[in-house]
């Protein structure tokens, strides 16, 4: 399978999870969302590896009942309201479900 196939599969799956639509292109030149959501814009990276991935096992192994595991990173010398929160999907669906019903109100997820 190609890798813009492989991505363009992914980026319709999260959309159909986050009840958005997934935005299609003619070409990967192009400058767009992947995702469009009624409070949602969203863009899609699939890759190898990621180091993302690694902060994310350090931070489960503290987790507790009850609670969302999240990381904070940012750049250094970006002011803190620049720092990107990341979480894992079936946290982010939970969270978008109490924040405004199932997937914020706005569809079922697939």
Known sequence: MSQV???RLFE?????????????????????????????VGECKLRKTLALESWMSQVETHREDGKVCAVFAKQKGLRDDRTI????????LTLMCNAGGEHGGHGPAR
């Open 12 to 40: 319709e799956r999260i959309a159909g999870k986050t009840g958005g639509e997934h935005v299609r292109r003619s070409s990967y030149g192009q400058t767009a969302p992947d995702i469009y959501h009624p409070f949602i």
């Open 5 to 7: 196939r492989t991505a």
């Open 85 to 92: 929160v990341c979480v894992r999907l079936p946290d982010f």
